[in-house]
């Protein structure tokens, strides 16, 4: 029996899975800590299969080596990972597995995806999480509980919250929603040394940054009907699909970012 909170429906169709019925590539989507890798390795632990992780360094040779393979396997593809020259390494292998290979690959969404790699894969996606399956994973419930469970939507994001990040960022938020009218440029740019766009955590978290600014613009368009909340939360939104591209440089793309920013202030 699963002890995975949600995500029955899906479940329920892995749980029906022999190594005679399983689809030969199968694509996992759902946002970031929503389960994709706890599902795989649930899935691998039902078939009784070991998981070997393509790297987006993966050779021909080595991807020759896994074709060959006398042992049945599951290789896990993490495609956040992959640009798209090198999914296209991916290609011969996802079209014409072996007998012995079992693929899974996982991704947010199906944006910078290749579409013959798309045409290839059965794709299951993950179910929303109701509040009610997220309140298992929160670890401080001393802090906004209404905002938390509006900017962590799955379980993993709720495991990797920090509360005081959480607050700083609502207070730089709410300062570029309320004040970005009255800031120079150079003020704008700044905001960039905030943020997160490598392996510096003691910075806020770059997804988590855009989504708090979602939520405060469109907090002060409905309070104050202000129109630049509303022009900058519409931005926000139409942006979504481009963010979610893992090929995109978040640096560029916050500087570029805040630059739109400015410039819709004025």
């Known amino acids: 029996m699963s002890t995975i909170i949600g995500q029955t429906k899906?479940?329920?169709?892995?749980?029906?899975?022999?190594?005679?019925?399983?689809?030969?590539?199968?694509?996992f989507l759902g946002p970031s800590g929503s389960g994709k890798s706890l599902l795989t390795t649930y899935l691998a632990d039902k078939l009784?299969?070991?998981?070997?992780?393509?790297?987006?360094?993966?050779?021909?040779?080595?991807?020759?080596?896994?074709?060959?393979?006398?042992?049945?396997k599951m290789y896990l593809i993490q495609l956040k990972d992959f640009n798209e020259n090198q999914q296209n390494k991916l290609l011969k292998t996802i079209e014409e597995t072996s007998a012995?290979?079992?693929?899974?690959?996982?991704?947010?969404?199906?944006?910078?995806?290749?579409?013959?790699?798309?045409?290839?894969?059965?794709?299951?996606k993950l179910e929303p999480y109701t509040r009610e399956q997220l309140?298992?994973?929160?670890?401080?419930?001393?802090g906004p509980l209404d905002l938390i469970y509006t900017i962590c939507q799955t379980p993993g994001q709720m495991l990797n919250l920090d509360t005081s990040k959480l607050s700083e960022t609502y207070t730089l938020c709410e300062t570029i929603v309320t004040r970005a009218k009255e800031a120079t440029f150079s003020n704008i740019i700044k905001i960039s040394t905030k943020i997160n766009c490598k392996d510096n955590y003691d910075k806020i978290d770059f997804e988590l940054f855009f989504k708090m600014l979602a939520y405060t613009s469109f907090k002060y368009y409905k309070e104050n009907n202000d129109e630049f909340a509303f022009k900058l939360?519409?931005?926000?939104?139409?942006?979504?699909?481009?963010?979610?591209?893992?090929?995109?440089?978040?640096?560029?793309?916050?500087?570029?970012?805040?630059?739109?920013?400015?410039?819709?202030?004025?």
């Open 10 to 27: 899906l479940l329920s169709i892995l749980d029906n899975f022999t190594l005679a019925n399983i689809p030969k590539s199968i694509l």
């Open 48 to 72: 009784g299969l070991d998981i070997v992780k393509i790297s987006s360094d993966i050779t021909a040779e080595m991807l020759a080596d896994y074709y060959q393979c006398p042992v049945q």
């Open 100 to 124: 012995n290979m079992y693929i899974v690959l996982e991704a947010e969404s199906e944006i910078g995806i290749l579409p013959t790699i798309l045409n290839r894969c059965q794709k299951f």
């Open 135 to 142: 309140q298992n994973f929160l670890i401080d419930a001393s």
């Open 233 to 266: 939360y519409l931005y926000l939104v139409e942006q979504q699909s481009k963010r979610l591209n893992k090929s995109i440089a978040k640096e560029s793309y916050l500087l570029s970012f805040l630059s739109d920013l400015w410039e819709m202030s004025r």
